[in-house]
């Protein structure tokens, strides 16, 4: 796939506690999306209509070489597959890829290999990505420094409320005063705003 360095990046972290609303928030954004793989290890997505259940690293491949179009919930034997994953998105090209619950599979010191060559040169293949952690402090900075948007739920912990005020510039007694399915989001431009999902 050739690549086009006049793209912009499209890449979204999202944060919030369990219940927060982010799965939801995030489903209703692949509205018209025709192409979407996601790394879908509490099932969440095998469920949704559309959605093909890949449980075989093999298939997974073989899917994606095959497929023009697809939405693809790819549920890991193994935590250690998620460099696969990441780097199958990347080959795949022009889609939205999902991560959920990062923090399971990076640490707050170094992407891993395939997750940062996903999203630091995934613009350049027209890569819609979506980075989702229940843990921010906990997850790789790599998606937070390089995010056109960062959306936030309600966070439970004093600690990662206090880290995404300061990632977002925003004042932490906005995220103090989130409850369950309120969201703020803020732009890589600065641009910030504050809503409530709706179903």
């Given at each position: 796939?050739?690549?086009?360095?006049?793209?912009?990046?499209?890449?979204?972290?999202?944060?919030?506690?369990?219940?927060?609303?982010k799965?939801?928030?995030?489903?209703?954004?692949?509205?018209?999306?025709?192409?979407?793989?996601?790394?879908?290890?509490?099932?969440?997505?095998?469920?949704?209509?559309?959605?093909?259940?890949?449980?075989?690293?093999?298939?997974?491949?073989?899917?994606?070489?095959?497929?023009?179009?697809?939405?693809?919930?790819?549920?890991?034997?193994?935590?250690?597959?998620?460099?696969?994953?990441?780097k199958?998105?990347?080959?795949?090209?022009?889609?939205?890829?999902?991560?959920?619950?990062?923090?399971?599979?990076?640490?707050?010191?170094?992407?891993?290999?395939?997750?940062?060559?996903?999203?630091?040169?995934?613009?350049?293949?027209?890569?819609?990505?979506?980075?989702?952690?229940?843990?921010?402090?906990?997850?790789?900075?790599?998606?937070?420094?390089?995010?056109?948007?960062?959306?936030?739920?309600?966070?439970?912990?004093?600690q990662?409320?206090?880290?995404?005020?300061?990632?977002?510039?925003?004042?932490?007694?906005?995220?103090?005063?989130?409850k369950?399915?309120?969201?703020?989001?803020?732009?890589?431009?600065?641009?910030?705003?504050?809503?409530?999902?709706?179903?």
């Amino acid at each position: 796939m050739a690549v086009d360095v006049t793209l912009k990046a499209n890449i979204t972290a999202v944060c919030g506690s369990s219940g927060s609303g982010k799965s939801a928030w995030v489903k209703q954004q692949l509205k018209g999306r025709a192409r979407v793989i996601v790394w879908d290890v509490d099932e969440e997505y095998v469920k949704e209509k559309g959605f093909v259940a890949v449980r075989d690293r093999g298939k997974l491949i073989e899917l994606l070489l095959k497929r023009k179009k697809g939405r693809f919930a790819y549920v890991p034997k193994s935590l250690a597959d998620f460099d696969l994953w990441s780097k199958a998105a990347f080959a795949w090209g022009n889609c939205t890829a999902i991560a959920e619950e990062t923090a399971d599979v990076t640490t707050p010191a170094k992407a891993p290999e395939g997750w940062g060559m996903l999203i630091r040169r995934g613009r350049k293949r027209g890569i819609t990505i979506i980075g989702v952690t229940q843990r921010p402090a906990e997850s790789d900075k790599t998606i937070i420094g390089n995010a056109s948007l960062i959306h936030c739920g309600m966070l439970k912990r004093p600690q990662d409320r206090k880290y995404m005020a300061l990632e977002m510039n925003i004042k932490q007694e906005i995220m103090d005063k989130l409850k369950p399915l309120d969201w703020v989001e803020s732009t890589a431009e600065g641009q910030f705003k504050k809503g409530r999902l709706r179903f």
